[in-house]
């Protein structure tokens, strides 16, 4: 789709870039503003953003800027893949894809064109196209990207009602992170239990919902960085206290409460701390309340 403000906007943007004379700096306002073109696509859903976000690839000069430009314009085709349900954008993604650096990037790249192919297959009642996801899934070098695909699949499962499958999906992408020797940070393995403790909860598997937000705990509890665990521990108290609502479990309340204590950052204690008295108090449980003083 085009039109007169999506042009204006691409026009302006080149010519600010090409006004910059010295070709580092101007490379990096290219890579800057292709993010921006990629992030404007989604917000639109119109791909004029995108062919000249691939366009603009060629005035970056390092070739890892090029790599991670391709990363951002495969994943927001995807995403407006998604979005409109095109199968033709769905594969666009995919070529796209290869224009990515092997390992990190393409990892990262193909996640996403997972999701999207999962997602238009299902809703176009195409049953190969969406089995199409699972090999390309299988295909993902990096376990934490692997591992959010499979959870992706999972997902586009549920939403068409198919529980069982979307539980074995995600039984797949909970195994990969299990089993992963390569996830240099601990951070990112928590990341992936959260995010397959919600997962679950979803998918009314209660007792692998607590499984995963309890090794979430135990892989965040020696954080060294105070942010990191302030982070991850506001994500993992939040998770908690939903877990905790839906299952009418006062045990992963109290859970909730715990976690909060490993927060130190003002930030994150602040918000944490509103969030989970908020809930806490429509449950009239003071007494936890009063231990997020």
Not at 102 to 111: K, P, T
Request: charged share 30%.
């Amino acid at each position: 789709m085009v039109n007169d403000t999506s042009l204006e906007f691409i026009r302006e943007f080149k010519k600010n870039a090409e006004s910059i004379t010295n070709d580092i700096d101007r490379s990096k306002k290219y890579r800057a503003g292709i993010a921006a073109l990629a992030q404007k696509a989604v917000e639109t859903n119109n791909t004029t953003f995108l062919d000249a976000a691939v366009r603009f690839t060629g005035k970056i000069i390092d070739e890892h800027d090029r790599s991670k430009a391709f990363v951002d314009i495969v994943r927001s085709t995807a995403r407006v893949a998604i979005n409109t349900t095109d199968a033709e954008l769905a594969g666009r993604s995919l070529e796209l894809s290869a224009n990515t650096e092997a390992g990190h990037d393409r990892s990262h790249a193909l996640q996403g064109v997972v999701a999207a192919i999962a997602d238009v297959g299902m809703k176009m009642n195409e049953p190969d196209t969406f089995e199409n996801s699972k090999e390309l899934a299988g295909t993902i070098e990096y376990d934490t990207y692997r591992s959010s695909a499979w959870r992706s699949i999972a997902r586009t499962q549920h939403s068409n009602d198919d529980t069982p499958s979307a539980v074995e999906s995600a039984n797949k992408a909970m195994a990969i992170i299990n089993k992963s020797k390569l996830i240099g940070q601990e951070i990112y393995r928590a990341s992936a239990y959260v995010d397959l403790a919600k997962l679950f909860i979803d998918l009314g598997q209660e007792g692998m919902a607590r499984e995963c937000i309890t090794k979430a705990v135990n892989s965040s509890a020696g954080l060294k960085d105070e942010f990191e665990r302030s982070s991850i521990f506001q994500t993992i108290a939040e998770t908690q206290i939903r877990m905790g609502v839906r299952t009418k479990n006062s045990g992963l309340l109290e859970d909730a409460v715990e976690s909060f204590g490993y927060i130190t950052r003002e930030y994150y204690r602040t918000s944490t701390r509103q969030t989970l008295a908020s809930v806490l108090s429509n449950l009239k449980e003071d007494e936890l309340v009063k231990r997020l003083a």
